[in-house]
């Protein structure tokens, strides 16, 4: 019964999580404002560069640190569920505990796209969304044009 309701628990808190994040898909990942045609088609001034690598320096601290507090509770969960004798009450608390810091981790990743929105603007956050769609399913369409086996099966060095 316990692992029964544990697992609609888990189900439950994974299924929120992509609405959360939905928003992080939508954005390139990395330094993208440094690709000099990215930098140019967005007209990005050097100000707007230097805010963007501030944004990005914080937002990675904070994504280090709280993807190794998230890894911690992770961790205090899969001792609680060893344990000879399973205590429910606690498995729940560190179960929350755990989605707690995968909430704040994905709230990080979420700020940081609001941040990106309140430096570029408007306008040349749509272009960089279509931008990054346009390149999104050219990638994937190359990805399914490949020779079966996918890239890096076969090549010279390889058998």
Do not use: C
């Not at 429910?88 to 989605?99: L, P, R």
């Amino acid at each position: 019964m316990l692992r029964k309701t544990l697992s609609v628990m888990v189900l439950v808190a994974m299924m929120g999580i992509p609405v959360i994040v939905m928003g992080a898909q939508d954005m390139p990942h990395g330094k993208w404002w440094h690709n000099p045609e990215v930098s140019k088609q967005m007209n990005l001034t050097e100000e707007e560069i230097g805010s963007l690598d501030k944004a990005y320096l914080e937002n990675r601290r904070n994504l280090i640190d709280l993807k190794g507090k998230l890894e911690k509770e992770r961790l205090e969960l899969e001792i609680l569920f060893e344990n000879e004798k399973l205590n429910e009450t606690e498995v729940s608390k560190q179960f929350g505990k755990v989605e707690n810091a995968r909430t704040r981790l994905s709230a990080e990743r979420f700020r940081f796209i609001v941040e990106v929105r309140k430096i570029i603007g408007l306008e040349r956050y749509r272009t960089l969304k279509t931008s990054f769609d346009k390149f999104r399913k050219q990638m994937r369409h190359r990805i399914a044009e490949s020779p079966k086996g996918g890239p890096g099966k076969s090549g010279p060095g390889r058998k």
